[in-house]
Nanobody, 125 residues
Framework: QVQLVESGGGLVQAGGSLRLSCAAS????????MAWFRQAPGKEREFVAG????????DYPDSVKGRFTISQDNAKNTVYLQMNSLKPDDTAVYYC??????????????????WGQGTQVTVSS
C-alpha cells in the first residue's frame, strides 16, 4: 500500500520561501514519477513539478519554472518541493502524487493513482 505524507506548508509573505516534503512508503518506487500538484479554491488541480524516481529528470510548468525546484532523497524515500519567490497566486493546497509511468512525467492529475492528504500554502501580499 503506497502512502504519501506531505509536510511543510504554512503562511509566508510574498517573496518568501517554503520547502514541502513528501515522505513515501509502501513499496520500491523504481519506474515511478513523483509529482506535486496544487489546487486553489474553485480551480482545477494543477501540475507544478514532477521528477523521475532515481532518474533525476524533472519538469515544471512555465508558471513556476525558475522559482520551484523538485528533488528527492532516495535514502529517505522523500521528495521535496523548494518554493522561492512565492506569490499570492501560489496560494493553494499542495498535494504529492505518485504513479508508475516508466520514464514519462505525466502532467495530468488523472495519470496518478496515489495521493497524499495535502498541505496548505498561503502567501500573503
Amino acid at each position: 500500500q503506497v502512502q504519501l505524507v506531505e509536510s511543510g506548508g504554512g503562511l509566508v509573505q510574498a517573496g518568501g520561501s517554503l520547502r514541502l516534503s513528501c515522505a513515501a512508503s509502501g513499496r520500491a518506487f523504481i519506474g515511478y514519477t513523483m509529482a506535486w500538484f496544487r489546487q486553489a479554491p474553485g480551480k482545477e488541480r494543477e501540475f507544478v513539478a514532477g521528477i523521475i524516481w532515481a532518474g533525476g529528470r524533472a519538469d515544471y510548468p512555465d508558471s513556476v519554472k525558475g522559482r520551484f525546484t523538485i528533488s528527492q532523497d532516495n535514502a529517505k524515500n522523500t521528495v521535496y518541493l523548494q518554493m522561492n519567490s512565492l506569490k499570492p497566486d501560489d496560494t493553494a493546497v499542495y498535494y504529492c502524487a505518485a504513479d508508475r509511468t516508466w520514464g514519462r512525467i505525466a502532467l495530468q492529475a488523472n495519470d496518478y493513482a496515489y495521493w497524499g492528504q495535502g498541505t496548505q500554502v498561503t502567501v500573503s501580499s
